[in-house]
């Protein structure tokens, strides 16, 4: 498959500069007409039968599986969540954290992450997002370290294998930026979140979570999937493996659409993610302030010449979807595997105007 091929598969890319997967990545082709036939099989079947059960689940065992290959776990050790936020409750919720209890996590973080974690009733300790300062924020009570791959405001890309290696803390990563945007193994880690529908370009309310152990967390906001028995009082045997920890119903539509959307990406799109990142950065960096460093991974991030929510507004008036970091003056683009050179330029060219 070439680029031009690649971009073919997306609609949106023939009028816009598409530069915004950090939120929503574009929707191809194929993932639609997937959505297309699920909606209207259950319209002329019902959703009901078993059949339809059946097929349900084959979706939901498929879903979890690719997931699993894509973070190079087990299948057994993946959930399957509407979110990375989604994901990040069901493990803060179950790990049962105590007020004298301490989290690590650092400045700028996601309040799909942050949000959670202030809920425990546990202490959150923030640390400025450095390695040397995120050893210095642990202490004796602390009990987890919880961190983006990448941060959403900057686009960096933090060095959490070396963290997890020198710290022996269990860790909750945030992978909303990282999964679908470079290769990711999330073995070294005892929890790693997907979302579905952002690099990997599939529907909205999609998403995946590694639990390297299921067996020590608690299964603490249980949905139908988490039991394989339960009882008139409600107590329940758990399901096998992470699947216990699954949030929800999903619609069939839309597993079969990130189904699609797997499969519509190329195996070069990492390098070429990289490369298209890498030639933003350098392209803003000849006229504005890039404050994403030199390890990064889809995202690029500037500060706004003036207004940043009008710079988005008159840029989308102008064919280009890029997206303002709210309350930091911080414009941010996503380069995908699907970026081109013309969609630099017209950023380049319409922030200049």
């Avoid at 082709?29 to 699920?38: C, D």
């Avoid at 659409?257 to 803003?284: H, N, Q, S």
């Avoid at 940043?308 to 890029?322: C, D, N």
């Avoid at 997206?323 to 922030?351: F, H, K």
Wanted: hydrophobic share 40%.
């Amino acid at each position: 498959m070439t680029v031009e091929e690649a971009r073919a598969a997306f609609p949106v890319l023939e009028r816009i500069a598409y530069l915004n997967a950090g939120t929503f990545g574009p929707l191809a082709r194929s993932t639609l007409e997937a959505i297309r036939f699920r909606h209207q099989r259950d319209l002329e079947q019902g959703r009901s039968g078993a059949d339809y059960i059946e097929d349900m689940h084959g979706l939901r065992a498929e879903v979890r599986a690719r997931l699993a290959t894509l973070l190079r776990v087990d299948a057994q050790r993946v959930a399957l969540v509407r979110s990375t936020s989604d994901g990040c409750q069901v493990v803060l919720a179950g790990l049962r954290l105590r007020p004298h209890d301490e989290i690590v996590t650092v400045e700028g973080e996601h309040f799909g992450l942050l949000g959670p974690l202030r809920v425990t009733g546990a202490r959150v300790v923030v640390a400025s997002p450095h390695r040397e300062a995120i050893l210095a924020a642990i202490g004796r009570h602390t009990r987890l370290l919880a961190l983006s791959a990448v941060m959403w405001t900057t686009g960096d890309a933090l060095q959490l294998r070396e963290l997890k290696e020198e710290t022996g803390l269990p860790m909750l990563v945030d992978g909303a930026q990282s999964v679908g945007a470079i290769d990711v193994d999330a073995t070294p880690f005892d929890f790693h979140t997907v979302s579905g529908q952002k690099w990997l370009c599939g529907p909205d309310a999609t998403g995946g979570l590694y639990v390297r152990d299921p067996e020590a967390l608690d299964v603490a906001l249980p949905s139908y999937f988490s039991q394989a028995l339960f009882r008139p009082d409600g107590s329940f045997d758990p399901s096998d493996g992470a699947a216990r920890f699954d949030s929800g119903w999903i619609p069939p539509a839309s597993l079969a659409g990130l189904l699609a959307a797997l499969d519509a990406a190329p195996e070069w799109r990492f390098e070429r993610t990289r490369i298209m990142a890498a030639r933003c950065r350098e392209a803003l960096g000849e006229r504005f302030d890039v404050v994403t460093g030199d390890e990064h991974a889809g995202l690029v991030s500037w500060r706004a010449n003036g207004d940043s929510s009008a710079v988005v507004t008159k840029l989308y008036e102008r064919g280009v979807v890029i997206r303002e970091i709210p309350g930091t003056g911080l414009l941010r683009a996503s380069c995908g595997y699907w970026t081109n050179e013309d969609d630099l330029d017209r950023l380049v060219t319409g922030l200049s105007a």
